[in-house]
């Protein structure tokens, strides 16, 4: 069909039209796009560097104090790792995991954990034909599709220590008193709590007779407790609601179904606790949330401090507390087994590190505990493009020869920067002006008299150095 020239031209009309107006509403959806983060996840930002930097210095020390090396493992590994070694009937594996399928249709899970990671690398790697026991620690995200909450993330962050191929006490009593010395380091007071889940045929029949138990309560109990009866009887114990509370304080202690062999355990691992100063306290309750543990068991609480006390804090965070534990752990002899390694002992713990940076974060604002400055020894400043230039390089020179200077080159008046110096308080700002760079020459300032001195800029570094040793003991 041929179409007259004026209904062409206004059909372009309409074209050109609409695609001027798309294009204004594209271009306008773009400026207006922004991106929110997916629920549950977290950005850490620079103003949290301190604390997270100090929690991987702290974990970093005590690594090499006892002797784990680093591992890291992948985030993505095969999701039946996980369902094996945590166990059906969990919540992480029945609710939590962010499983998919690959491109190749492989069924992948995102990390829930660490551990069951480090053990498929213990027994990939042939770390069984080492010398025993292989002690590993890590630092690294993990993934579960919780429901989110203060303190619950979908991706949050572990520092973990397992040790594999020892089963003896002083092993499981060695990884607490890591954890112990890990929250000491930081200045956080804890409490650290400790229970036995005895072996597998102990468990078992103990779980008999807590369902018993239960069952002649049942009316008493709340709607998931009514669940976990047939479903993961252990967790009844974990039960936070009030109406079960009664019922969870009568009920059968997993520490009188334990025979002689696991009871003995229990008992050395407290005695070497006793011996190591490390207190805690125990919790016939404590059953965690992972099946693979055997015998011990322990979790890591914020403690309550006389201050949080003081101010009526007590009650309120402590019973938050109880119900975010800041790590926990335990001994998993049959885990390496369970996903067709051979035999080995094995116990680990890991630690949130999200947690445990806002339980610090908050028991420093309730005892009015400033956060340390980062230290610098001089602060340069400037004047003018010769002079950045000049003192670009000096920085690095300086840093080079061990020494930490700051500086801001966004801001170009004298009195602006040495603001920034005195509030950094450092003892000494470098002065770099036209002159100084034409003369070779620069200005030590002492921050704390306001004396200045013009020196020889080859003579700088010395000289600086000779003047902050004064305050060797004080600045470290
Ligand atoms: P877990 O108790 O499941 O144990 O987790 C350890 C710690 O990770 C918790 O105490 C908590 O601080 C942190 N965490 C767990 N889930 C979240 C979450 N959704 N948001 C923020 N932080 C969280 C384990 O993962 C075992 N692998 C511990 C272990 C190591 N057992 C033996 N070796």
Redesign the pocket.
Known sequence: MIMPKQKIKAKDKEKKTKRKTGAATESAEKKLKTYALLRGMHDVLPREEKYWKNLYHIAENLAEHFQFSRIETPILEEANLFIRSIGKGTD?VDKEMYIFEDRDSNRVALR????ASAARAYIMHGMWNMTQPVKLWYWGP?F?Y?RPQA????Q?N?V?F?TFGDADPSADAELILVAHNFYKDLGLPVEIHVNSLGAPEERQRYKVSLVEYYRSKRSYLCDDCKQRLNKNPLRLLDCKQERCQPVKEDAPQIIDWLEEESKNHFTKVLEYLDELDVPYVLRATLV???DY?TRTVF??FPAVSEAEAAVGLGEASQSAGRQ???????R?DLLVQEIGGRPAPA??????I???VSALKQYMDVNQIKPAVQKFDAFMAQLGDHARRRALKAINELRNSGLKIDYNFSKNSLKSQLETANSLQVPYALILGQKEVQDGTIIIRDMESGVQEIVDQKKMENLLKKKLSRFDDSRK
Do not use: K, M
């Not at 829930?112 to 551990?115: D, L």
């Open positions: 992480v829930p954990e660490i551990t993990a579960r919780d303190g619950r993330f979908r949050f572990q973990g397992e965690r949330g992972l543990y979790e890591v975010s534990a800041l790590g926990g752990g335990g998993y116990a680990g713990f890991s630690l949130g999200e947690r445990s």
